[in-house]
């Protein structure tokens, strides 16, 4: 799913209806933009917003150099999502990723 900076919503999504800090929404991504994060494409050209407001994540204003970046949820193929520091800490060992990072942490 797409974490966008609030600000450069308009830029890669066709105007959305409504604000959506919580990826509950879909929107459609204009076309000329689809080829540029192939990623968080769905097949029928939307994306599961995420508009990350500055006041709400200073962090990632600063952190990143790009206005959109994937998000995914944390959990492998029929496991439930990881909630906890346990689940974490058990998805992390046996996925095939060499960084976890989860606010102020970077996990090697």
């Known amino acids: 799913m797409p974490a966008i900076l609030a600000e450069n919503v308009d830029e890669f999504f066709e105007k959305p209806y409504c604000r959506s800090p919580f990826m509950t929404y879909t929107f459609q991504i204009k076309p000329d933009k689809r080829s ?18 500055k ?12 206005p959109i970046v994937l ?6 193929v029929s496991d439930p999502i ?4 346990e689940d974490v800490d058990e998805t992390f060992r046996f996925c095939d990723i060499c960084v976890l990072v989860i606010c102020n942490y970077f996990i090697s």
């Open 71 to 76: 998000n995914i949820s944390f959990n492998l």
């Open 36 to 53: 540029v994060i192939p990623s968080v494409v769905h097949v029928d050209g939307s994306g599961r917003l995420q508009a990350v407001e």
């Open 55 to 66: 006041e709400d994540n200073k962090l990632f204003y600063e952190l990143t150099g790009i």
């Open 82 to 85: 990881a909630c906890c520091v």
